[in-house]
């Protein structure tokens, strides 16, 4: 995939908020839809909706995260010069087999979102590594039959809207500020329409136009927020090897053109979420929400603080954290601190966040010490082996006789003394069939901390600030 588009999870949303009068003291709330959600409706040829069975969600989450890996990966270098004419005519696709729309790479959650004038309902993939944000779009179409729109398969008409503006390809704001969203460099006069060609990880590519157009989102109290001039891509090139079950993507990454950096610095608040756990019933909610998570300005109980790494990188777009060590049952394990520094001349090294990510995956030096801990106290049970199938954990057993008090207690530990202890089901994870809950990077690839070992913490991102508070909470 070209370089922002990734990940990286999962979850964090973004706007350019222009708010009513009447609206400056509400938040705005996102329900988060997990891709295995009964709310996605039936697409019999991907992995949206609910899986078959227990192992059979396990295995496909582990499979995304795969792809997801690989995305990551390649965007955690400086991007290169923009795409040129030839480049972007001649696609260099990955054949790999095309499974469902967060097997892009791009994450686990959706939200719903209107767009244009009139507002038009849309399902967005939440991606939190990505720059990019996109829609499934026909644009002044004269022969549209053979799509037709339907709940499963909806377009944006940017020349039905009444507040869509084009961005021309000679403005500095496609030459400039738009390199990170894969801008192309070709531009056959002034007033052409800003391009971008995009790749994902697992070799869908998105081409299409950049322009500007409102957002609308209900908030608390039955408010409605306007967000003028979001910048969305019209994607009306979608190439991959099966049909594209999402309307768009919405990208959340760390940069001054994303959708969550121009929220949040014009509303000067915080961006939060809560994810619950991934077993929990349909009824149970996820929320991604812009503004304070407490309206009576009060800290919550037990909120640690820790660094936000922003700004050290000016191409990255991920969520770095200032990871110095891991330890288990008190004890902190030998691992080399080069890590948990990122070096940007190589790539490897450091941690990031990612609610895009299931498992959490570790460098090898990490994950061969955590799990020669752990072995002592999963080589009692019954051990499930499945040869030649990547798409599973490396170490799972039967459940019989398992109980949460026989493992070892996890510590994430940070350079400024904060500490997170994520309860046990979030790191030995699944139903009949128990697995560690980590991937492992065969050398020093970035670590990162996956959406499950974050369940049941509200992490609130105050990016003004570069500051990451989290404590447990039920996301009630």
């Known amino acids: 995939m070209e370089r922002n588009m990734s990940l990286v999870f999962l979850v964090w949303l973004n706007a350019c908020f222009l708010f009513a009068a009447d609206a400056l003291q509400a938040d705005a709330k996102f329900k988060l839809i997990h891709r295995h959600s009964p709310e996605l409706g039936d697409h019999p040829n991907s992995t949206l909706g609910p899986p078959t069975s227990s192992w059979e969600r396990l295995r496909q989450l582990v499979h995304s995260d795969h792809v997801r890996s690989r995305t990551i990966q390649q965007t955690l270098g400086p991007p290169g010069r923009r795409i040129t004419e030839e480049s972007s005519s001649k696609p260099n696709l990955v ?11 791009a994450g686990q959650y959706f939200i719903s979102m209107r767009i244009g004038t009139p507002p038009k309902k849309f399902l967005m993939l939440v991606d939190t590594g990505s720059v990019l944000t996109w829609i499934r779009c026909r644009n002044k179409c004269k022969d549209c039959s053979k799509e037709k729109e339907s709940p499963n398969m909806r377009f944006y008409h940017p020349d039905e809207s009444r507040t869509f503006r084009p961005i021309s390809c000679s403005s500095s704001f496609c030459t400039y500020d738009l390199i990170p969203s894969n801008t192309v460099e070709v531009c056959p006069k002034p007033d052409a329409p800003c391009r971008y060609d995009a790749q994902y990880g697992d070799g869908t590519r998105v081409v299409g136009t950049m322009g500007n157009d409102t957002v609308t989102i209900r908030m608390r109290g039955n408010h409605k927020l306007k967000l003028q001039n979001i910048t969305i891509g019209c994607s009306e090139d979608i190439i991959s090897n099966m049909e594209q079950p999402l309307d768009g993507l919405l990208g959340l990454g760390v940069e001054r053109q994303s959708f969550a950096v121009k929220a949040l610095k014009q509303t000067k608040k915080t961006l939060s979420y809560c994810l619950v756990d991934y077993l929990s019933p349909s009824n149970v909610v996820s929320y991604l929400v812009f503004g304070g998570v407490d309206n009576q300005g009060h800290q919550l109980p037990n909120m640690q603080v820790t660094d936000l790494l922003l700004g050290h990188w000016s191409w990255s777009t991920h969520y770095h954290l200032n990871v110095s060590g891991i330890s288990v049952d008190g004890k902190m394990l030998d691992i080399p601190s080069n890590v ?33 801990v752990f072995l002592p106290s999963i080589t009692k049970f019954k051990k499930k082996i499945y040869e030649g199938n990547s798409d599973v954990p490396e170490h799972c ?29 979030n790191y030995v994870i699944g139903e009949d069939i128990k697995c560690l809950g980590f991937r492992r990077f065969d050398g020093l690839e970035t670590s990162i901390i996956g959406n499950i070992l974050q369940q049941n913490f509200l992490w609130e991102f105050d990016l003004a600030n570069e500051k990451l508070k989290f404590t447990p909470s039920t996301c009630v």
């Open 95 to 105: 054949e790999l087999s095309m499974r469902s729309a967060a097997d892009l790479g």
């Open 340 to 372: 948990w520094l990122y070096d940007p001349s190589t790539r490897y090294g450091g941690v990031i966040l990612d609610t895009g990510s299931s498992l959490t995956a570790l460098a090898a030096p990490a994950y061969d010490k955590l799990i020669e």
């Open 397 to 425: 057993f039967d459940s019989a006789g398992y109980k949460e008090t026989l493992m070892p207690k996890l510590a994430i530990h940070f350079s400024n003394g904060a500490k997170f202890e994520p309860p046990v089901k």
